[in-house]
């Protein structure tokens, strides 16, 4: 008889695409949020949460990854035969969420919202497929000053994190300038919307890509198509030679003045009424933020900007750091964007049939973050429990009561769970939790009414630095009465 094959243990990994946070990662993001949603709080906006899942329905079809399984999204099918996924942003639950309880809310109405968000989309390095995301959006106005407002504040956010001005810009666009471009090129035709929708794709997947493929790249991609460094080919957009011509001559229309740029838009629309509408909405909202104190310096008009999700239908917007980084290859480049946004009018109506104007802005947090650490302002302290170290088993309500009157005067700490039998184990566990500090209480310390305070700070210091005789000028332990011993560890964390 064969003996049953015995089932293999899991392999003990983060799925492909997903990654682990510990202490000061976590720690950092918290700070972080926290300072972000001080600038939002301050704006006017109200805190929000929604469910991490949605039906695929309430989602919509709107990522830019539409080659990938279940169009970029992590989708299952219930029982009943409903299908769910997990939130791809935001917005699109925000969305939903205004139509369900329309009539309760105010309108406008002003959310921030911060969490997780999930796409089916190939992982790379830094590119995981679970990421945060920290939003502000306004739903019930259609007025620009609505945008004007989102853009300033994600200014302000971006200098409240430590991101100094002039390492930052803020490019603004609008989807309906891009429209009556298409419209002059040939692309788009008013009363048949669905006609050239796949070349339409095709010439906002490559304007996004500007960046990183530059004017070459793009060209290439308008018309029949690129071949990347590793041979792989994409189909372009097929466009005939004017066609691209009109498509790049609004990609590299930004002039050194804003009104500079205005002029050229309004000469590339011409003749386009949503264009024309479009350069006027960008118009307005320039001559807002500049009224606020919000200049070329920090925010400026570039029609490069189209942003990638298919439900923006107005202005749209990216923040972009502009200081350079060095790749994993060695070489220099600018970090790029953190953040993006924009209007979405139309994404309410699909619940309610009826046109919801919307704006919003979404930051990246963990590409955010790792800009703070790109520029060493990343300076979170983590420290680590105080421990009070165990001698005694059997005295374990002593060394109890030792550290809830601690955690009473607001000093993290705890009583050490592991053998006690050997006290160096103990002082190797406070120094891997980076504690400051571990308190020594023996039966001698007990009866005489005292105790042992081990600065491991300054410890660790000594040992490294010091010479036998700085050692004996700089103890790192100290005995201590037990009831100075609140006031004598504030003193050593007040260092």
């Given amino acids: ?91 699109a639950p925000l969305a939903r969420l205004y139509a369900q309880y329309r009539d309760d809310l105010p309108s406008p109405y002003r959310r921030y919202t911060m969490g997780p968000v999930w796409r089916n989309e190939k992982s790379g390095p830094g590119r995981f497929r679970q990421f945060y995301q920290c939003d502000a959006d306004t739903v019930g106005t259609a007025t620009m000053a609505a945008d004007a407002e989102i853009c300033a504040m994600l200014a302000d956010t971006l200098e409240a994190v430590g991101i100094k001005r002039g390492d930052y810009v803020i490019r603004l666009n609008n989807r309906k300038v891009l429209n009556g471009v298409m419209q002059v090129a040939g692309l788009l035709d008013p009363s048949e919307p669905e006609k050239f929708s796949q070349e339409r794709g095709i010439v906002l997947r490559a304007i996004d890509k500007l960046d990183r493929l530059g004017p070459k790249g793009v060209r290439a991609l308008l018309g029949l198509g690129r071949k990347d460094d590793s041979g792989d080919f994409t189909d372009g957009a097929s466009l005939s030679e004017t066609q691209v011509e009109i498509v790049m001559g609004f990609v590299s229309a930004k002039r050194d003045l804003v009104s500079e740029t205005i002029e050229k838009l309004r000469t590339l629309v011409a003749g386009s009424a949503v264009g ?67 209007r979405y009018d139309d994404l309410v109506k699909r619940f309610t049939g009826q046109e919801v104007p919307a ?15 790109a520029k060493g302002h990343s300076n979170t302290e983590v420290t680590g429990p105080v421990v009070v170290t165990v001698m005694d088993r059997d005295r374990m309500g002593q060394y109890q009561e030792m550290v809830a009157e601690l955690r009473n005067a607001g000093i993290r700490a705890e009583v050490y769970l592991g053998n006690p039998k050997n006290f160096g184990n103990q002082l190797k566990y406070a120094d891997k939790r980076g504690s400051p500090i571990a308190i020594i209480e023996g039966d001698e310390e007990r009866d005489r009414g005292v105790i042992q305070i081990k600065d491991l700070i300054l410890g660790a210091k000594i040992a490294k630095t010091a010479t036998h005789e700085e050692w004996k000028e700089m103890p790192s332990q100290y005995e201590v009465p037990r009831n100075e011993m609140v006031a004598k560890i504030r003193e050593i964390l007040g260092r």
């Fill in 1 to 91: 008889m064969a003996k049953p094959k015995k089932t293999p243990r899991p392999k003990a990994q983060a799925p492909r695409g997903f990654t682990d946070y510990f202490g000061k990662d976590v720690t950092e993001r918290i700070e972080m949020l926290r300072a972000i949603a001080g600038v939002y709080h301050r704006y006017g906006f109200d805190a929000l949460e929604t469910s991490a899942v949605e039906t695929v329905d309430a989602l919509g079809k709107f990522l830019p990854d539409v080659d990938r399984p279940n169009e970029g999204v992590f989708a299952w099918q219930e029982e009943d035969g409903d299908w769910l996924a997990l939130r791809y942003d935001m917005t």
């Fill in 276 to 342: 024309e509408k479009g350069v006027d909405e960008l118009e307005e909202i320039a001559e807002l933020l500049s009224g606020g104190g919000y200049d070329a310096d920090r925010i400026v008009v570039d029609p490069s900007v189209v942003r990638g999700l298919g439900y923006y239908t107005g202005p749209v917007y990216e923040a972009e750091l502009t200081f350079e980084i060095l790749d994993d290859k060695g070489r220099s480049r600018n970090f790029g964007s953190v953040a993006g946004g924009g």
């Fill in 359 to 373: 704006t919003g802005i979404s930051i990246g947090v963990d590409r955010l973050l790792a800009a703070l650490r």
